[in-house]
């Protein structure tokens, strides 16, 4: 069921199977339980009257265990074969389920938005997230657990014209500018803990090659630098498809056509307004150094 589904109906079809597991069993338990109950009836009476013991003596376990072995071994006897006769019922039952399962085909688990950040999860109330949410929050867990998508490798691609701090600072500019409006390298400076003179060297050879302009302190991209941006973008949904693809599960999704429009959308809203990598203010060493920094996707 969760790997037939759509995407966007996972959780009316899991709630779905939940209620008809739930009524299974209901009705298993209420027809079991009535048969039981009539082979009872057959019994008891005959072992209460062989025993010689109260009628009350039945009423509850306590009482019968304070009966003489002798006395109480018929009305035990009477509740073993009652159950004996249940089980063997419930045989041809278990049969018939065994043999059907055995023509239903193997559907694997859906990959994605099942893994559990921590074992705690996997045990926590149900999320309110949108289905395009989870698939983000999977994605961001895919992002950091993989070391492949770096800078550094899109940058030594042959189609790549930027060096690894060109194209850092071009994502930047283009982050600053579709989460806040402008692009400032002071307020770039600011947020890193870094002097804005460090970084103007970077962004002042963007604005030499043609792929942002620059007014004093502000910034913005030209043509070539959001074509470069979304030249990042393809590169990085190309990345995560091909993660995906190499499960047979991706390629049997019915929904895959609608999972990769969803990733169009997040990995340009990564690139757009997310960090590719958690960032902290590092502080500075005795010898006056920042700590080393990986730049990954």
């Given at each position: 069921?969760?790997?037939?589904?759509?995407?966007?109906?996972?959780?009316?079809?899991?709630?779905?199977?939940?209620?008809?597991?739930?009524?299974?069993?209901?009705?298993?338990?209420?027809?079991?339980?009535?048969?039981?109950?009539n082979?009872?009836?057959?019994r008891?009476?005959?072992?209460?009257?062989?025993?010689?013991a109260?009628?009350?003596?039945?009423?509850?376990?306590?009482?019968?265990?304070?009966?003489?072995?002798?006395?109480?071994?018929?009305?035990?006897n009477?509740y073993?074969?009652?159950?004996?006769?249940?089980?063997?019922?419930?045989?041809?039952?278990?049969?018939?389920?065994?043999?059907?399962?055995?023509?239903?085909?193997?559907?694997?688990?859906?990959?994605?938005?099942?893994?559990?950040?921590?074992?705690?999860?996997?045990?926590?109330?149900?999320?309110?997230?949108?289905?395009?949410?989870?698939?983000e929050?999977?994605?961001?867990?895919?992002?950091?657990?993989e070391?492949?998508?770096?800078?550094?490798?899109?940058?030594?691609?042959?189609?790549?014209?930027?060096d690894?701090?060109?194209l850092?600072?071009?994502?930047?500019?283009?982050?600053y500018?579709?989460?806040?409006?402008?692009?400032?390298?002071?307020d770039?400076?600011?947020?890193?803990?870094?002097?804005?003179?460090?970084?103007?060297?970077?962004f002042?050879?963007?604005?030499r090659?043609?792929?942002?302009?620059?007014?004093?302190?502000?910034?913005?991209?030209?043509?070539?630098?959001?074509?470069?941006?979304?030249?990042?973008?393809?590169?990085?949904?190309?990345w995560?498809?091909?993660?995906?693809?190499?499960?047979?599960?991706?390629?049997?999704?019915?929904d895959?056509?609608?999972?990769?429009?969803?990733?169009?959308?997040i990995?340009h809203?990564?690139?757009?307004?997310?960090?590719?990598?958690e960032?902290?203010?590092?502080?500075?060493?005795?010898?006056?150094?920042a700590?080393?920094?990986?730049?990954?996707?």
């Amino acid at each position: 069921m969760q790997n037939t589904s759509r995407f966007e109906d996972l959780g009316v079809a899991t709630s779905g199977v939940t209620f008809f597991r739930t009524i299974g069993s209901s009705f298993g338990a209420a027809i079991f339980g009535s048969l039981f109950t009539n082979f009872l009836h057959s019994r008891i009476g005959p072992a209460i009257a062989a025993s010689g013991a109260s009628p009350t003596a039945v009423n509850s376990p306590e009482a019968l265990h304070r009966l003489p072995r002798a006395m109480a071994a018929p009305i035990v006897n009477a509740y073993a074969e009652s159950l004996t006769q249940v089980f063997l019922c419930a045989v041809p039952v278990a049969l018939v389920g065994f043999v059907l399962s055995l023509f239903l085909p193997e559907v694997p688990l859906r990959e994605i938005g099942n893994t559990a950040a921590d074992l705690g999860d996997g045990f926590a109330m149900p999320t309110t997230q949108t289905p395009e949410e989870m698939l983000e929050s999977a994605i961001g867990r895919l992002l950091r657990g993989e070391p492949g998508m770096r800078l550094r490798s899109i940058a030594m691609r042959p189609d790549c014209p930027l060096d690894v701090a060109e194209l850092w600072a071009l994502l930047r500019i283009n982050r600053y500018q579709r989460a806040f409006g402008r692009a400032r390298i002071t307020d770039i400076g600011d947020q890193l803990g870094i002097p804005y003179e460090v970084l103007e060297p970077t962004f002042d050879r963007l604005v030499r090659r043609g792929y942002a302009h620059r007014d004093i302190d502000r910034l913005w991209l030209t043509p070539p630098g959001l074509r470069q941006v979304d030249f990042v973008s393809t590169l990085l949904q190309e990345w995560i498809v091909d993660k995906l693809t190499r499960s047979p599960n991706f390629q049997g999704r019915p929904d895959r056509a609608q999972v990769e429009a969803a990733l169009n959308r997040i990995t340009h809203r990564i690139v757009a307004q997310r960090d590719w990598h958690e960032e902290r203010p590092r502080s500075i060493n005795s010898a006056g150094e920042a700590p080393g920094r990986t730049v990954s996707l």
